[in-house]
């Protein structure tokens, strides 16, 4: 291979390892990433820029790279925008370039340089602004093909994800220098530890610095520690396990992948990726930190890279991404990186510093190896199409907005750039940590932490490895003993061979040979978002000067990249145009997640018929097998209609209807919400919850009660039965059970914990059988014998108890449909048996079995509301007509004092009508908008809509329930429904259209 | 997700929880001696405080039981939890703004 060390590096050599990237077959190593062998193949060409499609490259090499990402895989195992830093390469891998066409190579959004003239900062805002047509028809479409990266995946993801909760005493993040020795301190006092790494293998720094740790090598002194926590047994390590969200009270979330290194064949049937969600009495953030780039014109072309990550190729992966070195940097571990490059006999062009008087151990070193450095020397432009090719170079001029000097060209094919070094803030910022700008060590540190954690390292400013490793092992010892262990004794501080490092030189933009933001070079401080320095001073001209305003504006970490290498260049040069301390600018907020999770790792295993509990009746089996349709109500699954073979459902539905008002129908009325109540003050409770009177309710009665929350609005309705002096039986709407049996409970704690009451669910104790029609009783009587069924007996709104079909039942004499009905009650094990009793007993009468919409067809034909249909929470008893309802005698219920205010009490409020369509065959659509000007003009004047709407086969015309401003006065009156295409004329009429004297109710005697 | 602490059960994780909202609004002994004004401010307002906050929650996904507590709004710190009826315990960090 073209571009690797002769020996080194964490890779396998003798493991050739084969891939495919835009269609060419190229070898790695075992141990290398995506990234590590395309540059090693000399590929540095990965992709084009989100909005400029301008070439790019590689910058990074791990979590912070911003702009080479890849789509990696093809058909149901693709996946789009992977930052080819993070994929290990494995046999056999497939990627491709993402937001190219035709081809990387050769793309025509770039030749055509057409967005580059319009797609300035804060572009997105001014369009959304722009007419909706315009939006809608040019941009998005445009957009749609030239923005945007990678391609999801057309098929459903194969793969299988887990979830696994954890609970640490010690939650350790980053395994590098600080994480190692925290683990180690933190495991020696006998805490619960969890490790957490991104990596594939510990060390994180270490991998890539040649360090001396107490006289053994880098990599000898992680073998070491790793042996010492594998032999504890309460320490778990985690690698290839990306911390990705750190939530509230030490609420962690993980994802540890577990194949994506392996390659396709052999991931089948294992498990792909787990997330991990930690709880942890104490976090240690050993996160490390990033690098920055210097922003210069055009520091984007491939083959300009961070001057840390080149030396990351080199010493984990063998590779060195150049040959003729051109570094540039304002502070001294450029310096370190140009001694490794030289020492691979590497060309180093120059050393670029803008620094003046640069002295210190390591320029030095690299001046006695007669290397040429420049001191107060920036780059002003480059070259190349395709790759970098060569560097200007101009004396900085302080204090110029252009640098006009003499210019040096320099021939290079590899930039190295160092513009310091940013701690990895983002957890510590997701934990709502406070931070503050240090001025000497030029980066955001962490100040004040918000949750129990420990900040060691790197992530805390401490650059030396030395004190990494010591400052570690002091938090593993605080965080173990804040989590209530004793740590043994201190152990002498480890001392590491390594450079010092001089002071470094803020320098947040560097200008060229023409202002910034004047000529055709880009001055890039977001490669992701392709956000340039002079986007931040158009953002600032028009106004945006706060952190988070620009950083909007101009889409600054934004994205998946979150601004890990430009969050800080951004606050330097908005700083510097503001003329401001940085410390003074303040920073944005780091969101979760650090990097981008899958949704189906998320999700786990809750997918499909996992995704949300399926509740079902005894019963369900027989509506199965009867070809009933289903629908959801919550998440029960109720029967919605049973066509006939080849039945249409209006068909069915006027079948249903016409045979519980002529005959006999059964429905399935199990999931009807049921709430014991039992208790001394039971009916005192009642008195107060429901709106009408409750104290004189006879044993073995039934009332109806409205509901309403202490805004005087209908929160739900239903019978409820005495069935002793102190016990009651409620019933609730089938999707409000849960809710309703939480209000009771919250005002029996919460305001009258004085009331001797208890609630208890019995929904699914009780399956209910409804037999309704006038034939009703007749069927009973058969399978009830010793039952009195006489209505002088057994009247309406009352209930008794006895053996149906031999099984104890409780009989409720209640109706929905206006027809005499039987609510037959038994134990839930008995709901099958009985229903098949029902229709054997039925046969002789045709008996029909029916669901959900029939029953809401023969409610509104009675003009019974259902809550949450007819009503929204607006609705008071008033406006739905119910004041009958409504008790005037007692002193106080819940919702009472709220119907004399003012607006409850208004009389133009939307209230509760019935329509009939001129047209008896028009239904009019449920939702549709009422007026009562047709003619109106646009935006018409609304006054109401329709809440229910069906076809009344009883009745052979089309019936609707509505809610109209001051209905209840406009009976009468004509109201229109305008659609797209048509306008429905109906009349305003009783919500009552069937039987409304309510003579059908004792069925035939 | 917080961590909180129910009197009866322990610590559990939020999502067992359901919110209350702010604690210690005692619904009017007799509310047709309140005018409107009055009515309104208990049926809707409600402080909004950036500091140490008594609120309610109801362990819905447990024990079942209503119960308050105190939580600092900006930093979701949980001082004390406290059963229904009960006075809050003083607290030293109702001025700090963390
Ligand atoms: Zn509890």
Known sequence: MLNRTSNGGKIDREKRVNFVFNGLSYAGFEGDTLASALLANGVHLVGRSFKYHRPRGFVAAGAEEPGAMVQLEEGAQTQPNIRATQIELYEGLKASSVNVWPSVDFDISAVNGLFAKFMTAGFYNKTFMWPRSFWMKLYEPVIRRAAGWGRAPTVSDPDIYDRMQCHADVLVIGGGPTGLAAALEAGRAGARVVLVDEQKELGGSLLSLNREIDGKTAIEWIEQAKAELAEMPDVRILTRTMLFGYYDHNYLVALEQKTDHLPLKDRSGKVRQRVWHFRAKQVVLATGAHERPLVFADNDRPGIMLSGSVLTYLNRYGVFPGKNIVLFTNNDSAYETALALHAERLKIVAVIDVRNDVTGELPDKVRELGIQVLEGHAITATNGRKRVSSVEVRAIDPGADKYTGHSINFECDLVAMSGGWSPVIHLFSQSQGKLKYDDDRVCYVPEKSVQEQQIAGSCSGEFLTEDCLNNGGVAGRIAAKKAGFSPKKEHEPLTVQEPEMGKMEPFWVVPGNVPVGEGSAKHFVDLQNDTTAADIALAIREGFESSEHVKRYTLTGFGTDQGKTSNINALGILAGILDKPLADVGTTTFRPPYTPVSYGALAGRNLGNWSDPVRVTAIHDWHQKNGALFENVGQWHRPWYYPKTAEKMQDALNRECLAVRNSIGVLDASTLGKIDIKGPDAAEFLNRVYTNAWMKLGVGKVRYGLMCHEDGMVFDDGTTARLADDHFLMTTTSGNAAAVLDWLEEYLQTEWPDLKVYCTSVTEQWATVSVAGPKARKLLQKIAPDMDLRPDSFPFMSFKEGEVAGIDARVFRISFTGELTYEINVPWHAGRAMWDAVMEAGAEFEITPYGTETMHVLRAEKGFIIVGQETDGTQTPQDLGMDWIVSKKKPDFIGKRSFTRSDTAADNRKQLVGLLTDNPDDVLPEGAQLVLDQYASKPMPMVGHVTSSYYSATLGHSIALAVVRGGLGKTGDTIFAPLANTTITAKIVSPIFYDPKGERQDGEV | ?98
């Open chain 2, 1 to 98: 997700m917080l961590l909180i602490e129910c009197p009866y059960c322990g610590k559990r994780h939020e999502t067992e929880f359901r919110y209350g909202g702010e604690a210690h609004i005692v619904r009017p002994e007799k509310p047709e001696d309140l005018n409107d004004t009055e009515w309104a401010d208990f049926l809707f307002m409600r402080t909004n405080t950036k500091g140490v906050f008594a609120e309610r929650w109801y362990h819905a996904n447990g024990c079942r039981q209503w119960f308050n507590a105190l939580r600092h709004t900006v930093s979701h710190q949980i001082i004390a939890v406290y059963k229904m009826g009960e006075k809050p315990p003083v607290s030293d960090q109702g001025s700090e703004d963390r």
